[in-house]
């Protein structure tokens, strides 16, 4: 261990010599230019789920409370920014995406006044608090729903998209989160059908009502005014529909959609003029940070959400990295013998060009919605899993995008794959179980899939240590809690020098030091076709840095293209060992950086 921080800070040493040439400064300018450096664009974010963080009261639910009391582990992983999934008052029939009331804190999470305290501790130490603004749709239970639903002369009826029962059954729409499939319910009272492009109990809101804008950009100011500091835009792209709902056929949305419904949804026709309309009645006037979950953006649409000279938002993360590797219409189900990495080169590859002259990118391969990086993306076998977490770690925190990173992955966290259909608490895999049930499909296949796919693997209690329910809870955890605690956890990983979580923190503290290189510098990818290596340059000129990933299990030697010569130290390197010459050998997941001379 000693060698790998020594190894270290003489590399940097070795870096910085190269980075103090006034032909690097030269290269650095030209290059800059087509990106504008912002804080934003330099920050980590880490995401927390508050469910499953710490619980502070014994109820098995995590809870602000319980974030304001691990403030200093936060702080200590040197990240910038915060992004907390719903806190607000809920029904929880999807944890929090489906809000009945946007001013108030959700009973299981505690008070308006942990709320203040939480965000007064982390402006204390440095951190910006980003919230989640649910607001393509709000829960049934939302006030507003509740009045719409009585009738169609209810003054909230028009908050709401319905189809009336005269017209015959609506067209169809998919609702994700629907037992049946639909976006469509019917409700009696008003003889009409309600859309949700989620759940049944998350109706979508009317955007096309300018009293529904007011009220979201009134509530964003209240948070605003509280001192939050930007929001994360749930599936933002779908705000705008055309209300005559016309009839989408498959062969329509095969043809101009790719077959993809969310991408229909995102290309609604007033979405931009509500989006430029936010950003001159709030964002403009709170905060430089925004950002979209992209759902249905794709590399040619991306930029009108973050084009500077849009004015519309900052960030947007895209959805084509970690659909990657699932069979075509399975839902969510691997590739029998895995993604193949050529292709997952391709795909970071393109999103980094289309913002090489305008607008700004984002990278993340685990939040709520996805199963655990490391099962994921890596390997976590008992062999494999630190190497091949850090190995990703340190992919995320060499790209040219704001990396999202989220909590537990710091860990080397991995899916729970749950064996039996009650373990699951979600939504989203209880409802598509109950679906293919319904159409008698493959239950067993299915639930195989979810052990790798499946969103609760990405939401189990945080492990602290190896206490009793891996000291989140001293009460029954809503969610199980991963039986890996009992090794991987935060008291243990904070002693072992070379743990997953102080490889994180390293990797860190690189990307702040290098910033000109590691968060600014050209992204050139090299062997494209490498099946097991993932190899790029990051910078300009003189002042640039190797990264080397080995996305395998496999030694692999490497060749060092013609012309390339290395230094002799790396800057960071998951394993002791590392040398180079003409051809690099590359232990199993092993991942280096290191300066060009
Ligand atoms: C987004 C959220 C997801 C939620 C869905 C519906 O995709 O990230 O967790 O279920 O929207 O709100």
Redesign the pocket.
């Known amino acids: 261990m000693k060698y790998l921080i020594l190894s270290t800070m003489v590399g940097m040493v070795f870096f910085l010599t190269a980075c103090n040439n006034s032909a690097t400064e030269q290269h650095v300018k030209t290059d800059s230019m087509a990106s504008k450096k912002d804080w934003w664009k330099e920050v980590v974010v880490y995401q927390i789920y508050p469910r499953s963080f710490k619980d502070s009261n014994g109820d098995g639910v995590g809870d602000l409370k319980g974030i304001i009391s691990k403030l200093d582990y936060i702080k200590s992983l040197g990240i910038d920014v915060v992004w907390l999934n719903p806190i607000f008052e809920s029904p929880n029939k999807?944890?929090g995406?489906d809000i009945s009331n946007y001013e108030a804190i959700m009973k299981d999470f505690g008070t308006m006044a942990d709320f203040d305290t939480l965000l007064h501790g982390m402006h204390e130490r440095g951190i910006k608090l980003v919230l989640d603004l649910?607001a393509?749709?709000s829960s049934n239970q939302n006030k507003w729903f509740i009045e719409a639903r009585k009738s169609r002369k209810n003054p909230y009826y028009n908050y709401y998209h319905w189809w009336p029962a005269e017209k015959g059954k609506p067209p169809f729409r998919q609702g994700f989160?629907d037992i049946n499939g639909s976006a469509w319910t019917f409700n009696p009272a008003t003889n009409s059908y309600y859309l949700h492009y989620?759940s049944q109990y998350?109706p979508d809101l009317n955007w096309e009502n300018p009293k529904v804008r007011e009220e979201i950009f009134d509530m964003m100011k209240f948070w605003f005014n509280k001192g939050i500091d930007g929001f994360r835009m749930?599936?933002i792209p779908f705000i705008s529909k055309d209300t005559s709902f016309p009839v989408i056929t498959p062969e329509i949305l095969k043809e101009k959609y790719n077959g993809d419904w969310a991408q229909y949804y995102a290309s609604g026709p007033n979405l931009h003029e509500y989006l430029r309309e936010m950003n001159a009645q709030v964002l403009s006037k709170y905060t430089d940070m925004s950002v979209a979950?992209g759902?249905g953006v794709t590399l040619e649409t991306a930029n009108k959400f973050v084009d500077a000279n849009r004015h519309e938002l900052n960030m947007l993360y895209n959805f084509d990295g970690v659909s990657y590797g699932y069979v075509p219409g399975k839902f969510k189900t691997p590739e029998p013998d895995g993604y193949k990495l050529p292709g997952f080169k391709q795909i970071y590859t393109r999103w980094d060009s289309v913002f090489a002259t305008k607008g700004w990118g984002t990278i993340y391969l685990g939040n709520?919605?996805q199963p655990r990086m490391v099962t994921r993306w890596g390997n976590d076998s008992p062999e494999f899993r630190e190497p091949s977490s850090k190995m990703l770690t340190t992919f995320l925190l060499s790209m040219r995008a704001t990396p999202y990173y989220y909590f537990g992955d710091e860990l080397g966290m991995c899916n729970i794959k749950f064996d039996k259909i009650d373990d699951y608490r979600d939504i989203?895999t209880l409802n598509m179980y109950q679906q293919i049930k319904n159409k008698g499909g493959n239950l067993q296949e299915f639930l195989n899939a979810q052990k790798i796919s499946a969103?609760d693997n990405g939401r189990t209690p945080f492990q602290w240590s190896n206490a009793p329910n891996a000291g989140f809870t001293t009460g029954t955890p809503w969610i199980k809690v991963n039986p890996n605690y009992a090794t991987v956890n935060v008291e243990d990983e904070a002693k072992e020098p070379n743990s997953c979580l102080n490889y994180f923190k390293k990797m860190v503290l690189l990307r702040k030091t290098y910033k000109d290189v590691l968060v600014y510098g050209k992204y050139q990818l090299l062997d494209p076709d490498n099946p097991k290596i993932y190899a790029y340059t990051r910078g300009n000129g003189a002042n640039k840095v190797l990264v080397i990933l080995n996305f395998s299990k496999d030694h692999v030697g490497w060749d060092i293209p013609e012309g390339m010569q290395v230094k002799p130290t790396p800057l960071i390197n998951n394993y002791n060992s590392f040398l180079p010459g003409k051809t690099i050998s590359m232990e199993p997941y092993q991942a280096v950086i290191v300066g060009l001379q």
Do not use: L, T, W
């Open positions: 999807d944890n995406y649910v393509n749709h989160f989620f998350q749930d599936v979950e759902a709520h919605d989203e969103r």
